[in-house]
């Protein structure tokens, strides 16, 4: 891994320090080079002819769903749905299961650290409905608590949305220990994985997930695409989220008949060179190996905190458990707004992220 900047040719071509993988991570040599292979030697719109260029981009298209079913450890590669990101699956799930499934008085629980993208859907779901929404809160370690957790998640709950990794503090929650106490009230578990799975092996069948959903863009794919994993039995009953070609099994003058799985939930000409970038991705990152992604990371995680921390004018955010704690570092500089920081960070060629404060448990955190 020593030599691995040299695998990104970004990284060869501009001097600089990228510090915003969080958002969206730079591309290996190998990724960009698949993606030239489809256009080059591929290109063509899967399912849709009998000619051997669409029969060809139909197999890597195929296999590339089996390969994203095991890297995840999906029961079934029909579990696994291609979207636009993360964010289009959660509004995939919130339309398609919450909209059909929830009726007035029924709750749904979610953290206040979630990403918008697993918050404003949700919001829209309990107007619609008449369920309501409710929040668990972190403490003053930035975590959430089993009391929290276990007060929060009643009978009366029906859907858990919970990011698996907070992007703004890095916080692991403990998702495998939420689920089975939502399963013990009978609601079902969304998990926002789009901070996790870059980092840390995935495993939805031992989490026991009911969905789970991920941004290629966050785990060295291309833009554009993501990924829906949803247990089989559910995906199912659920209807349709956007309508139109290769989601259609008939279609008659007054009615249709859908696709079956994975086909019912993906309508038009689809992303397929984000696909074979994604497989691409993952082909890496299986090269590299978790474990050795995970202990370089806390190796530079520890280092960079320690000499963080030297600095009276800087103030972190983020729990004091390391073991609770992943790879995002949020911090302010005193008396100086964070644009203003991230500007001067450019002018040295440091890549950072700044934000002003967008929702309210972000304001309260980092109201200083």
């Known amino acids: 891994m020593d030599n691995i900047k040299n695998d990104f040719p970004i990284l060869k071509n501009k001097e600089i320090a990228y510090l915003d993988s969080g958002a969206t991570t730079q591309k290996p040599e190998s990724v960009v080079n698949a993606i030239k292979n489809f256009y080059e030697n591929l290109n063509a719109n899967p399912h849709r002819g009998a000619y051997n260029l669409s029969i060809e981009a139909t197999e890597i298209y195929e296999n590339t769903r089996s390969k994203v079913a095991k890297f995840i450890n999906a029961r079934l590669s029909e579990e696994i749905i291609f979207s636009k990101n993360a964010?289009?699956?959660?509004?995939?799930?919130?339309?398609?299961?919450?909209l059909e499934n929830l009726k007035k008085d029924d709750e749904i629980v979610i953290?206040?650290?979630?990403h918008h993208s697993n918050l404003v859907p949700w919001?829209?779901?309990?107007?619609?409905?008449?369920?309501?929404?409710?929040y668990m809160y972190i403490n003053e370690n930035y975590e959430l608590t089993d009391e929290e957790i276990e007060s929060k998640i009643t009978s009366k709950t029906k859907i858990v949305a919970i990011t698996?990794?907070?992007?703004?503090?890095?916080?692991?929650?403990?998702?495998?220990?939420?689920?089975?106490?939502?399963?013990?009230n009978n609601a079902i578990v969304?998990?926002?994985?789009?901070?996790?799975?870059?980092?840390?092996?995935?495993?939805?069948?031992?989490?026991?997930?009911?969905?789970?959903?991920?941004s290629g863009h966050k785990m060295l794919a291309?833009?554009?695409?993501?990924?829906?994993?949803?247990?089989?039995?559910?995906?199912?009953?659920m209807s349709p989220f956007l309508m139109g070609g290769d989601m259609i099994e008939y279609v008659y003058e007054q009615d249709t008949t859908f696709a079956p799985l994975p086909n019912k939930f993906e309508a038009g000409t689809q992303n397929v060179e984000g696909v074979i970038g994604l497989g691409s991705a993952i082909d890496y990152i299986e090269n590299?190996?978790?474990?050795?992604?995970?202990?370089?990371?806390k190796e530079i995680v520890l280092y960079a905190i320690k000499e963080l921390s030297k600095l009276d004018f800087l103030t972190l955010y983020l729990t004091p458990n390391e073991e609770n704690h992943s790879s995002v570092i949020s911090f302010n500089i005193k008396n100086i707004h964070p644009h203003d920081v991230a500007s001067i960070l450019d002018s040295e060629g440091v890549c950072v992220r700044s934000r002003k404060?967008?929702?309210?448990?972000?304001y309260e955190i980092f109201r200083n």
């Open 87 to 98: 964010t289009e699956s959660l509004n995939l799930i919130a339309y398609s299961y919450g």
């Open 111 to 114: 953290s206040i650290m979630e």
């Open 123 to 134: 919001q829209k779901v309990a107007k619609v409905t008449g369920s309501k929404l409710n």
């Open 164 to 184: 698996h990794i907070s992007n703004v503090l890095g916080t692991i929650n403990n998702v495998k220990k939420i689920i089975k106490f939502a399963h013990k």
């Open 190 to 214: 969304v998990v926002d994985g789009s901070q996790s799975i870059p980092h840390m092996k995935i495993d939805v069948q031992e989490l026991d997930a009911d969905f789970f959903v991920f």
């Open 222 to 237: 291309p833009l554009g695409i993501g990924v829906l994993y949803g247990k089989k039995e559910l995906l199912n009953k």
């Open 288 to 297: 590299i190996g978790y474990d050795n992604i995970e202990k370089k990371e």
């Open 357 to 362: 404060p967008l929702c309210t448990a972000t």
